[in-house]
Structures are given as C-alpha cells and as structure tokens.
C-alpha cells in the first residue's frame, strides 16, 4: 500500500523504502517546498534485498541498522499493524 502526503504511520509499522524493509519509529510534520505541511516518518531499516527463488523475494539482515528520514514517496507499507 502506498502512502499520501498526509498518512499518518503508528510506530511499529512495517514498511520498505527502496530495496530495503523496517519499521516506523515515529513521524513529524514539515513542510514541502510549497509551503504545505506533510508528514515524513523516521524509519529504521533492517534488512535489505538480497536475491529472488521464483517469485519469492529474500532479503538478509543489514550489516549496520540504519535509522533515516523519508517522505510519502518512498515508503510502502508490507504489513498490518
């Protein structure tokens, strides 16, 4: 599921961001460069791509987490909480 500029993501939300996946720390409200607000969430990733056995995806564990910020157009949400 894609997210809008104005979702709001709970902590704990399972997301991936580009070839990577984690989980929702928090969000905050900023402004785009319009000048209207929108909501990035701060992310800490966990484990990335890694290969494909048919049309299963295998990901494998980050060498180092990392905790980065992204906007609504980055991030897809993998699982329900």
Do not use: W
């Not at 996946?21 to 701060?42: L, S, W």
């Amino acid at each position: 599921m894609n997210i809008t500029p104005h979702t709001f993501l709970s902590a704990g939300t399972k997301v991936q961001v580009q070839n990577k996946r984690g989980e929702v720390v928090k969000y905050d409200i900023k402004k785009d460069q319009f000048g209207a607000p929108i909501n990035v969430h701060t992310v800490k990733l966990t484990e990335v791509f890694s290969h494909r056995i048919g049309q299963t995806q295998v990901y494998k564990p980050l060498n180092k987490v990392k905790i980065q910020e992204c906007n609504y157009a980055f991030i897809e949400v993998i699982g329900n909480n």
